[in-house]
Structures are given as C-alpha cells and as structure tokens.
C-alpha cells in the first residue's frame, strides 16, 4: 500500500494503491482516491488525513504528510491573532451512552412500542437524551436545553436544542406508561443478553421509595419511609437486576404499597413474562411471608431467601457438622419439605457480624441504661414524683429495648436494672442467620449468592444519589411514571457500562471512568480572514482516557463529529 500519483492536464492527482498479481501479472487496486492536493482547504485535508487513518497503513500517511510538507503546507493558514475558541463541548461521557444506547437499539424499541406524538422527534431519541442527562448533568426538563447545548449531543444526534422544549419533553413522559415500559425494558434486556452475552441466572429484587415535598401526586401517599421521611407523601419502587447488576425491569407502586404485596406481580413478570429460565430469586426476608412462599412453591419458582434468625432451626444445626467457609464464616445445612417441595435450611454463623451484633446490643443498653439513670436523678431530686410522669418518660426511653430492663416506679420513685438472663440469651444467636432455597446449590454457593444481594442495594443507591431520581420536577400520575422510568433507563445504560469495564478488564470503576469521560472535550476554534471557517479539535486524551475511548469503541465517532 502506498500513495501514487496521476498526471492529467498539468495537475497532479493522488490516490492510495495496493499492488498484487494476477496470472503473472502486477495489477493495481485504488483503495482511496486523494485528488489534488495543491488547493486544500484545511476542512479537506482533515477529511483526507480521517480516511487515510481508517486505512490503518501508517506508511500512507506517512507519505501524505511528507506530500503537503513540499507543497508549504506545514506553514499556518492563519496567525495566531486570527484564532479565536468559539465554544468547548462535552464529548466522552455522553457519546460513550448514545454508542451503548445505539448499539441495543435503544430509541428504535421505545419508537416500536409507544405512539408518535407529532411532530419530527422520536418519543426514543427524546426519552435517551433525557435518561444520558441523568447520568452526566441531572436537572429538571425546564433547565434540560441548556445542558443540552453545552454537549456534543446536537452534533451527534441533529436535535437542535430549540427543538427540546419543556411541553415536549413532558408528552414524550406520557408516552412512558408501564403497560408499554415493560415491553420496551424485556426488549431492550434481551438485546443486553445477546450483544453483551449476559446470562441472567440470579435475579435481586428488592424495595425502595422515593418522597415528594407537595401532594398533589395522585399516587403518592403516606407509608414506610426508606428515607425517613415519614411525615412525607412518597411512592414504592421496585427494582430488578441480574447477577451482573443490569436492570431488568422495574414498577411503580402507590406509596402506601406493603414490600411483601408486590413479590408475586415481580416474580410472576420476570418468570412468565421475560422468559428468564433458570431464574433463582434472591430477596430479603422483610419481602417474604408464607403466603408469599406458598405462591412461589405453588409456581414452582425457585428461589434464595433470607429468614433471618429462625432459633428453632439454629439450635437444631448447634451439633450437625458445620462447614468452613472463610476465616470468619462457618455454615451447615439442613433438608426439610415444605408446600410439597424438598428444600434446604443453610444456616451461618459470622464471627465478624457477632461481634458487631454484640457492639450494638451494648451500645443501645448503655444509651437507654445514661436515659434511666437522668430519669432516677430527677425523681430523687424531688423534680419528677407522678406516677403517670415517670412511666410516660421511662416508657419514651425504653422504647424498642424494653426487653432487656426491668423498671419499677411508683409516686416519686423509680428505679431499673438491666436484665442479664436476656442479653445472656441473645448472645447465643449472635452472627448467626438462616437462609432458605429450593435449588441443590452448595453452601458456599448460596451463601456468596446472598451476600451479592448488595448488587440491587447499590442500584438503589445509585438511581437515588448520582441519577437523582429526587425531585422529580413533576406530580401528575403519568409523569411520574415517565420520570422514573428515565431514571431506570438512565441506570440500566450506566449498569451496561459497568459491565463493559469489568469485561474489559480495565481495572476502573463506572463512577471513575465516567469521570475521566467527562473531561474529553470538543472545542471548536473560529479562523477570521478571507478563507473563514470553524475547526473541531478533541482535547488531548491522557493515558486512561484513550483507554476509554477504545473500551467504548468512540474513535470512529469522534472522528465524524471533527
């Protein structure tokens, strides 16, 4: 491959040529025509020097530089003063998740399964312009358009950012209602599975809720605050993700919504609906009842769950065989049947979390024990003396831990001890827990299983802090449901991400490497003069950036954006 000349009516034309034979013969194969290079604007010779670069023969470009070198193009078209930086964009972070969203085919789906509503823009195009704002810059629709414009999007995806009004954004929100959201999120996990080769296999599903400073949401009602905010109108979560951490799916629940009513709808959508095969549910014990249990026997799911302290079977496990599992975890199982089903009891003690169980248990005695003491010194005083007085601020400071005092009080006086045959009882549970399953996993299997359970945990907190799902700027129903389901989709490119790196190998977090994404950067440059015009340029990549940038697969991109 080299760079060849052509001489036709005193110009000289150029072209990058492969030779090879043929019956004997050396032959030549034009692999990209040049033309002249005598009267290059330096639009043009970037072009040239971008498919010269595709190419990937460095000789060839090698040779094309040397070429305008003879030809004075090494010397400036304009001075220094004729430069002037018109605006600086942000590139990485948000062309990194329009590739991922273009790649799963993102848009397309959402446009499959909801109805236009007029006008040139896609509910699709919108809805992934809204979820990538969540990840990089979270503000309200009505601010949307500025950050927008900041941002290499308008280059990327030919949305002006007039085009973004705050009307618009918020139809697009009503086209986002769950009985389309579902199809659109079993679509788009099933191009997850097979571009990204994810197995589902362990499913985690849990709760979380979500508050509202006004009240005029129709869903939005009083309920268990997971913000403790319990004075607040708020709304139920629920969220599931595989193994890897990618959502799967997820509903929105009125906010007085019980944890425990909402397992079969989720467990019976992700089983019936998504086809995932396999499945094995794992939830925490605050999710579960044996109602609940006896729906998934009845279903024949199966499953991992956490019953908490269950003493009957810890003391039975006391004198089986237990099993080491690392340096603070011993486990044993136990196999019992259940609703017509052969199960497994795994119970494990902690050393670790004994010890924290014991802190805790001390911690709180001592607390209430400086309460009841300030509550004697006042009654001693002669400052407390009604019975009724003394039993309503002894009962505020025992309340939660009233089993491990005893308190006697009357008129003007009071006095408590410690009950040491309680702590003394509970210290024999202490670090221990019982797990429950339907499948013939081994111990230590089930056990790391569960303890991955933090995997929805940290999505949770995720969409929460960095996607700030709260406030979300709206209150009507259909909304708030359009909202949330941003967030979720905003979540689920961050969490594919997440994955591309671990696959990748690159030893950085999705927190770090959005980071560094952040700080690549296109900044367009203005010549004046006669010969006027704009000039792209990409910030100079450090070592961890150009890494990125070939992770996420953006040079490609970045070269049609400059």
């Excluded at 929100?173 to 079993?186: A, F, G, M, P, S």
């Excluded at 496990?317 to 340096?327: G, T």
């Excluded at 005092?405 to 410690?418: I, R, T």
């Excluded at 690549?520 to 004046?528: D, L, M, P």
Aim: net charge positive.
């Amino acid at each position: 491959m080299f760079l060849s000349k052509r001489y036709r009516r005193g110009h000289v034309y150029y072209l990058v040529v492969k030779t090879y034979r043929e019956e004997g013969a050396v032959k030549q194969k034009t692999l990209l025509y040049l033309g002249r290079l005598d009267n290059l604007t330096p639009t043009r010779k970037r072009e040239l020097e971008r498919k010269l670069r595709r190419l990937k023969d460095p000789k060839s470009l090698d040779q094309f530089q040397k070429e305008l070198e003879k030809q004075g193009y090494g010397m400036a078209f304009f001075s220094v003063g004729q430069m002037s930086v018109d605006r600086v964009l942000d590139l990485g972070d948000v062309l990194a998740q329009w590739i991922i969203a273009q790649q799963l085919g993102i848009p397309e789906i959402i446009d499959k399964h909801t109805t236009k509503g007029g006008g040139s823009l896609g509910v699709g195009e919108l809805a992934t312009i809204m979820a990538i704002n969540r990840n990089s810059e979270p503000c309200s629709r009505l601010k949307l358009p500025r950050w927008y414009s900041k941002t290499s999007l308008p280059l990327i995806t030919g949305i002006k950012p007039e085009e973004l009004k705050e009307n618009t954004l918020l139809r697009t929100l009503n086209y986002l209602q769950e009985e389309r959201t579902r199809r659109i999120q079993k679509d788009i996990y099933e191009r997850i599975k097979k571009i990204y080769r994810v197995k589902p296999g362990r499913v985690y599903y849990d709760i979380t809720s979500t508050y509202f400073e006004g009240t005029r949401c129709p869903m939005a009602m009083h309920g268990h605050s997971r913000d403790r905010r319990p004075d607040k109108l708020q709304i139920v979560l629920g969220i599931a993700v595989d193994q890897q951490g990618i959502l799967i799916t997820h509903s929105v629940f009125p906010g007085n919504t019980a944890d425990i009513s909402t397992i079969e709808e989720m467990s019976t959508r992700l089983k019936e609906e998504f086809g995932i095969k396999d499945m094995l549910l794992i939830v925490d014990q605050g999710m579960i009842s044996e109602k609940k249990i006896a729906f998934l026997d009845k279903k024949r799911y199966d499953y991992l769950l956490s019953l908490g302290l269950k003493k009957g079977v810890i003391d039975k496990a006391r004198d089986r065989e237990w099993e080491v599992i690392d340096k603070k975890t011993n486990a044993v199982v136990l196999e019992f049947e259940e609703n017509e089903r052969a199960k497994r009891y795994i119970v494990g003690c902690n050393c670790k979390l004994a010890e924290d169980d014991k802190d805790y248990r001390e911690s709180r005695i001592r607390k209430v024990a400086e309460k009841l003491d300030g509550i004697r010194a006042t009654v001693e005083k002669g400052k407390l003396k009604k019975k009724t007085k003394i039993a309503e601020r002894a009962g505020k400071a025992l309340k939660g831990v009233k089993r491990y005092f005893g308190v006697e009080y009357g008129e003007g006086c009071f006095d408590y001890k410690v009950k040491g045959e309680v702590v003394e009882r509970e210290e024999l549970y202490d670090g221990y827990y019982v797990l429950s399953t339907t499948v013939g996993m081994g111990v230590k299997e089930a056990i790391t299983a569960y303890r991955e359970k933090d995997t929805v945990e940290k999505a949770i907190r995720c969409i929460k802090s960095f996607l700030d799902i709260r406030p979300s700027y709206v209150w009507k129903e259909s909304h708030v449901i359009g909202h949330v389901f941003v967030c979720m989709l905003a979540y689920q490119l961050r969490s594919v991400m997440n994955h591309v790196l671990k696959s990748s190998d690159v030893g950085m977090s999705i927190e770090e490497a959005l980071e560094y994404l952040q700080r690549i950067k296109v900044v367009e440059i203005r010549f004046a003069g006669d010969r006027a015009e704009v000039v792209r340029k990409v910030t100079n990549l450090d070592e961890r950036q150009s890494l990125l940038v070939e992770v996420f697969d953006l040079e490609e991109e970045v070269e049609r954006i400059i």
